[in-house]
């Protein structure tokens, strides 16, 4: 079991703000740490385990009785999504993800990697010798997700107004979950 596999705990008190401050370099140190890492969060009061390696995360994924959802950040993401497939456990997770299924199957996946993949280059193309990182991710992300979920983009008169006012609202909800969080 994932649990029994603990290597290592970590004890530093500022790991919340590590992970606020650089996720990305916050994740990557706990792959140091072991497959599976206790961490705790002293000022959220909580601590979080990262699991690092395939099989444990399989494990994880395939234990809902074990391993559930129903954590303050998802109850967060029920108020900002609602009860949809990414905020949903048991017999509506199910229904809702054989409604999603069609969606998912292989001839889908390699048309969204295309998909996904040209959208990026035009975005990389795009790029000036300095950019806004964040930015630039939260609108390809956008752009991505227009795309391939409704296969096709913002109207071309108004798709930069329209992806600005969206990205914009995203910056800000995401600002505001990871205050609440």
Do not use: C
Request: hydrophobic residues 45%; glycine residues 4%.
């Amino acid at each position: 079991m994932v649990f029994a596999r603990l290597d290592r705990m970590v004890t530093a008190t500022n790991n919340l703000r590590r992970w606020r401050s650089d996720p990305i370099r916050f994740f990557q140190e706990t792959l140091e740490l072991g497959p599976v890492a206790w961490v705790p969060m002293a000022l959220a009061r909580e601590a979080i385990f990262v699991v690092n390696d395939a099989e444990h995360v399989t494990e994880v994924l395939n234990a809902p009785d074990l391993f559930t959802k129903d954590t303050r950040g998802q109850e967060l993401l029920r108020v900002v999504l609602g009860i949809g497939l990414l905020t949903s456990e048991g017999p509506t997770w199910k229904s809702r993800r054989r409604l999603a299924q069609p969606a998912f199957r292989r001839p889908k996946l390699s048309l969204y990697a295309e998909q996904m993949r040209q959208v990026t280059a035009e975005h990389v193309q795009a790029l000036g010798e300095r950019a806004d990182i964040r930015a630039i991710t939260m609108r390809l992300t956008l752009d991505i997700a227009t795309v391939t979920l409704f296969g096709d983009r913002f109207d071309d008169q108004g798709a930069d107004a329209e992806g600005a006012i969206v990205s914009e609202a995203m910056e800000q909800l995401m600002t505001a979950y990871m205050r609440l969080l």
